[in-house]
């Protein structure tokens, strides 16, 4: 919706008498979370393949579709893509947040986005590894290294946990 700006504060009025509640960003950001959904400039930019940002399927690769970066795309999936993006769940009392180190078997990686969520009464996060073997996955926080469970995204759909995220 457009609109001149003189007619937004009735707008405004009419929705909050209508019982539309106002939620701010850290309610967007918990709920993009949930959803596994990406945000441009935090858990992707420029520099993020969609075959590293968890968008593959997004891509389509069928022949005689060309886009532009199709060949770019093709390159990185048939040498093997280098890192991906996973969801974890920590199971213990705490907030998981961008920037903090995540430790598996396939190297170090960091994570992107991460918050308590309140559908799941736990911490959720997305994070960047390196490609290859998880093994046992955990988080430096502070110094102490904190298990976590990889699962498959997105934690939350329709209000339910996915399977697998509450274990």
């Given at each position: ?7 937004v504060?009735a ?9 539309v509640?106002p939620a ?5 950001d918990?709920?993009r ?7 441009y400039g935090q ?5 993020v393949?969609?075959?590293e ?5 997004t891509?389509?690769?069928d022949?005689?579709?060309?886009f ?9 999936k ?5 890192r991906r ?10 907030v998981?947040r961008?920037g903090?180190?995540?430790?598996c078997a ?9 918050t308590?969520s309140?559908?799941l ?10 490609a290859g073997e998880l ?5 430096d926080?502070?110094?102490r ?8 995204l ?7 946990a996915?399977?697998g995220?509450?274990?």
């Amino acid at each position: 919706m457009v609109l001149e700006h003189g007619h937004v504060p009735a707008l405004w009025e009419r929705l909050l008498a209508a019982g539309v509640k106002p939620a701010g960003l850290g309610a967007r950001d918990t709920l993009r979370l949930e959803a596994g959904m990406n945000l441009y400039g935090q858990d992707m930019d420029e520099t993020v393949s969609p075959l590293e940002a968890g968008l593959a399927w997004t891509v389509s690769f069928d022949e005689g579709r060309d886009f532009i970066g199709r060949a770019a795309l093709e390159a990185l999936k048939s040498a093997g893509v280098g890192r991906r993006m996973i969801g974890i769940v920590m199971d213990e009392k705490g907030v998981l947040r961008h920037g903090q180190r995540v430790l598996c078997a396939a190297g170090e990686g960091e994570i992107l986005s991460g918050t308590f969520s309140p559908t799941l009464g736990r911490a959720i996060a997305f994070a960047r590894v390196p490609a290859g073997e998880l093994g046992e996955v955990r988080v430096d926080i502070r110094g102490r290294e904190v298990p976590v469970r990889v699962v498959k995204l997105p934690f939350v759909r329709e209000g339910q946990a996915q399977d697998g995220v509450l274990a």
